[in-house]
C-alpha cells in the first residue's frame, strides 16, 4: 500500500511519465496522409478512369454494373417477396431508402384507393381548383346564398347563415332558411328591404362632346354616350342625369343605383355650373331676373347665381343650380328673349372636367366617391 503523500492530486497513484510531458511512451511513427504514394489512375481513350476489365468508368460518378439500383431512380423493384402483413416494396420505397424509411402506411402512387382515402370525412378536395368550383357551384355560374350576401357586403358567411336561418333574406320573393342554397345571377336576393347586388360599384365621369344621346340605347340608332365608354368596365354603367344632344360637359356614370337617386332626387340635388354662350349681350337686370324665377310651362324655375364669365363678353354667362328639369337652362333663356348658342356643363355635385379633354372619361378616385357618398 502507498503512501498518501506519494498519489496524485486526486488520491491516484502517478503512472509512468512520458518523455519531457509525462504519461504514456509515443506510439511508434506512422505515414501521414500527405506523405502516402498517391497512384494515378490508369487513363482510358476518352480520358475517363478505366476498370480492370477494360470498361471506363464515368467521368464523375462511374458507371454501374447492369442491372444495379442507382438510389432515388425507383427504377427496380426488390426480389425479396413481401413478409405477412407488410405492404409489397416498390421501387419509390427503395428510392427513399429502403423498407427502413419506407412508411407503409402512406399509399403508393398509382393506388386505385388512394383518391377515396383522401376524402374519407374531407368532402371535396378543398386544396384544388376543381374542389373549388364543385362546392362553390362556379362552373354553372351558381353560388351559395351565403357566399352571396359575403360579395354584397352584408356579412360574413358565418353570420350570414345566421341571417338565412332567421328568415330576413328573400330570393325571388320567397323566404329562404335552408342553409346551402345556391342562387344564379338572374335571382333577385333582398335583405332588409334592399336589392342586393355582387357587382362591384363604377364611377366613371365623361366629357361628353355633341351630337351623343344620354341614353343606353337609342331606337334611331344614334350615337349615345355608351359609345364613350366602351372600354371603361365590363359593368353595366348608367347616366346619373340627362344632358341633351347639344350640350357638353359633364357626365356621371355608374351603377350604384343609390348614389344615382341622391344625386338627383329634387330635395338633395347636386349644385350643376353651366357655362352659356348666348347670341346676344345679357342685361344685368335679366341675371338679377335668373335668380329671382323665370315663370315657365311647368312653373317657375330660378337659379342660385348668375354672373358674367371672366375675360369674357357679356354674352357669356356661367349660371349654377340645382334643379335638374329637362332642358331647363334654355328654357329659362328663351322665356326672356336669348337663343342659347352653346352650352358646357363645367362642374356637376362638386366635380370638375379638369384635365378631362372632351370626348375621354376617367374613373373616380376614392376620395371623390367618398366625397359623393357623404353628401346631405
Not at 481513350?45 to 480492370?52: D, L, N, Q, V, Y
Not at 334611331?220 to 341633351?244: F, N, Q
Not at 347639344?246 to 351603377?255: A, E, F, Q
Amino acid at each position: 500500500m502507498t503512501d498518501r503523500s506519494e498519489r496524485g492530486p486526486r488520491g491516484r497513484k502517478p503512472g509512468p511519465r512520458r518523455p519531457g510531458m509525462g504519461g504514456r511512451p509515443p506510439k511508434p511513427d506512422t505515414p501521414r496522409h500527405d506523405d502516402r504514394e498517391k497512384k494515378a489512375p490508369a487513363r482510358g481513350k476518352e480520358g475517363a478512369a478505366a476498370r480492370p476489365d477494360g470498361r471506363p468508368h464515368s467521368k464523375r460518378f462511374g458507371r454501374r454494373p447492369p442491372g444495379s439500383v442507382r438510389k432515388g431512380a425507383g427504377a427496380a423493384r426488390s426480389e425479396r417477396p413481401a413478409k405477412d402483413g407488410e405492404r409489397p416494396r416498390s421501387a419509390a420505397g427503395f428510392a427513399r431508402g429502403g423498407d427502413r424509411r419506407f412508411r407503409t402506411d402512406r399509399p403508393l402512387r398509382g393506388d386505385p384507393d388512394r383518391g377515396a382515402r383522401r376524402e374519407i370525412g374531407r368532402g371535396p378536395d378543398r386544396a384544388s381548383k376543381r374542389g373549388r368550383k364543385a362546392e362553390e357551384g362556379i362552373d354553372d355560374g351558381r353560388i351559395r346564398l351565403n357566399r352571396f350576401l359575403s360579395n354584397a357586403g352584408v356579412a360574413s358567411r358565418r353570420d350570414a347563415d345566421d341571417l338565412i336561418k332567421a328568415g330576413v333574406v328573400t330570393v325571388n320573393g320567397k323566404i329562404v332558411t335552408e342553409l346551402g342554397t345556391k342562387v344564379s345571377p338572374t335571382d333577385v336576393v333582398h335583405y332588409g328591404g334592399q336589392k342586393l347586388s355582387t357587382e362591384k360599384k363604377r364611377y366613371v365621369l365623361v366629357n361628353k362632346p355633341k351630337d351623343f344621346i344620354t341614353t343606353t340605347e337609342d331606337p334611331r340608332d344614334r350615337r349615345t354616350v355608351m359609345a364613350l365608354i366602351d372600354d371603361a368596365c365590363t359593368e353595366r354603367l348608367y347616366p346619373v342625369g340627362r344632358l341633351d344632344r347639344n350640350t357638353t360637359g359633364l357626365l356621371l356614370m355608374t351603377n350604384d343605383g343609390d348614389l344615382a337617386k341622391k344625386l338627383t332626387h329634387p330635395s338633395h340635388g347636386a349644385e350643376k355650373i353651366y357655362h352659356v354662350t348666348l347670341d346676344k349681350n345679357v342685361t344685368k337686370a335679366d341675371l338679377d331676373q335668373l335668380v329671382k324665377g323665370v315663370p315657365l310651362d311647368d312653373g317657375p324655375a330660378q337659379a342660385d347665381e348668375a354672373r358674367y364669365v371672366d375675360g369674357a363678353s357679356k354674352r357669356e354667362v356661367g349660371l349654377k343650380l340645382h334643379m335638374g328639369r329637362n332642358r331647363v337652362v334654355r328654357r329659362m333663356f328663351e322665356a326672356m328673349g336669348y337663343e342659347v348658342l352653346k352650352l358646357d356643363r363645367v362642374v356637376f355635385a362638386g366635380l370638375t372636367k379638369k384635365d378631362l379633354p372632351r370626348g375621354n372619361w376617367r374613373h373616380l378616385t376614392e376620395k371623390e366617391v367618398l366625397f359623393l357618398s357623404k353628401r346631405k
